[in-house]
């Protein structure tokens, strides 16, 4: 199997034709195809995580929405501040569903919106008194807040107020952890510089923190599941059914005393290598915790993952993992058996964040589609590099890919769905080309684990094989008028 290697170059340098010389040549280098080569050696060519070209309409944001959005939002017995003017808070509010127990505005504080709402005298004069002031009221007002993170916005940065200084003075008042977190979205070139900045402000405030009164052999972290439309949760049930238990998930549902006893598992599991690998890598270092990676997307990615988890502990784990897997594998093959056939051959193009441009790939093929090309918005070169090996050869790779450029190839590569976000939903309805968030789930999930298979399934057939979309001519849907630039 594999797509026409020749025929996917000239249609990418097609649509580059487009772009004035000096910006051809530039998102030239943010392409590549897929070939026998590259699928085996992983070796990557394309230009990824640097800065974004002005006035291109990239699907990128920003370091802020990678700190506070998706690494420290979550935990939920925190107050996360949003400090700085009161855009970046309230458009982020409550928009990324990560899923956490609890009573909203008493226990649990991930769908709230703290904002220390900056006017021009807090730029002209400075907003460190306002932000302790802010944090004395969180204490009176939220008493059973265990702490509170400062997420620098923009301006923060730039007028030189000292958060450190606020957030030491104050974590002595109020005898709580005070974070100050310098996530200014001017800083690195989209959310990922925002992760690395959030991972270390949890080394530095967090953890190590505190102890855990009873250790055992099967202690692992679950790193780097936000818990979208309940993933987490999915995927938790299956480790422990499986005899292992998970002491931390980070951080969708997760608690400062989660991120504060991490240190004492005895292996690290990363779903979402990018947002959190910081982490993992100084816990190797400072504590010996060995980790690795799993995926949870599809049976068969989850089949194998569970087996390699398994494989690291004794043969206890080993003989319940098999159970595990006997027991769904029989859902799990209805599921195929009543989907695949109403999904077969269909092409897929996903555009997605650091991670799920791959690790969803292994779930859509059990529903025998095929995916012909995917890109990610801040992806680094490792993540290019486990890329290439999961798509056909003659696949597209594209890194921090515009607006432009998605349609085009949407509509030239005639794709049977586009996965994306809510940016490009309704851009793509109206071309008539089914789309499903694969950020937010379209409101659906979860679609970790077996559970979330099942929910997988259902919600791509019910797109793809939505009946509205016979409403559209099929040449219109191809080539609609004016569509092309
Ligand atoms: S770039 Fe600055 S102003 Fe914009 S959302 Fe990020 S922190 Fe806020």
């Not at 923190?209 to 780097?224: H, M, Q, R, S, W």
Request: charge should be negative; proline fraction near 4%.
């Amino acid at each position: 199997m594999g797509l026409d290697i020749e025929a996917n170059k000239k249609l990418v340098e097609d649509i580059l034709e487009a772009y004035p010389d000096k910006a051809k040549k530039d998102r030239k280098k943010h392409f590549q195809i897929n070939t026998e080569e590259t699928k085996e050696s992983c070796s990557c060519s394309l230009k990824s995580n640097i800065k974004s070209r002005p006035g291109v309409m990239t699907p990128r944001g920003c370091s802020y929405a990678g700190s506070k959005g998706v690494v420290w939002g979550p935990i939920k017995d925190m107050v996360h501040i949003s400090h700085g003017p009161v855009g970046c808070g309230q458009y982020s509010w409550g928009t990324r569903r990560n899923y956490a127990n609890g009573t909203l505005g008493i226990d649990n504080f991930t769908a709230m919106q703290i904002t220390s709402d900056f006017q021009e005298t807090d730029i002209v004069f400075g907003g460190d008194k306002k932000l302790e002031i802010i944090c004395r009221e969180i204490k009176e007002m939220f008493p059973l807040a265990k702490g509170i993170s400062v997420q620098s916005e923009c301006p923060v940065g730039l007028i030189g107020d000292d958060i450190e200084a606020v957030s030491k003075k104050m974590t002595k008042e109020l005898e709580m952890p005070i974070v100050p977190v310098r996530c200014e979205g001017f800083r690195g070139v989209s959310q990922s510089l925002g992760h690395h900045i959030a991972n270390d402000a949890i080394r530095d405030f967090v953890m190590g923190k505190a102890d855990l009164a009873e250790t055992g052999p099967y202690d692992v972290n679950i790193i780097g599941d936000y818990n979208i439309g309940g993933d987490a949760w999915a995927s938790r049930i299956l480790l422990e059914e499986m005899g292992l238990r998970v002491i931390a998930q980070w951080s969708g549902d997760g608690t400062l005393n989660e991120l504060e006893i991490a240190h004492k598992a005895k292996m690290n599991l990363i779903h979402c290598h990018r947002s959190m690998n910081y982490m993992v890598d100084h816990m190797e270092k400072a504590y010996g915790i060995p980790w690795m990676e799993y995926n949870f997307f599809g049976p068969s990615k989850t089949y194998e993952s569970l087996r390699a988890i398994a494989a690291k502990f004794d043969a206890t784990i080993q003989e319940n993992c098999e159970k595990v897997i006997a027991k769904y594998k029989p859902q799990m093959d209805a599921i195929i058996g009543k989907y695949r056939p109403r999904l077969e051959g269909k092409k897929v193009m996903l555009l997605i964040g650091g991670l799920r441009s791959r690790h969803t790939i292994g779930a859509y093929e059990d529903l025998g589609m095929e995916i012909v090309a995917t890109g990610y918005e801040f992806a680094h070169k490792d993540d290019y590099e486990r890329t290439f090996p999961d798509m056909q050869t003659g696949s597209i790779i594209m890194d921090d890919p515009t607006a432009y450029e998605l349609e085009e190839l949407a509509q030239k590569m005639n794709i049977d769905l586009m996965g994306s976000g809510v940016k490009e939903k309704y851009v793509y309805h109206k071309m008539g080309i089914p789309f499903r968030q694969m950020h937010s789930w379209d409101y659906s999930g979860p679609y970790h684990g077996f559970d979330g298979f099942k929910i997988f399934a259902k919600d791509m057939d019910m797109t793809v094989n939505n009946p509205v979309w016979n409403l559209f001519d099929k040449k219109e849907k191809v080539q609609p008028e004016g569509a092309s630039v």
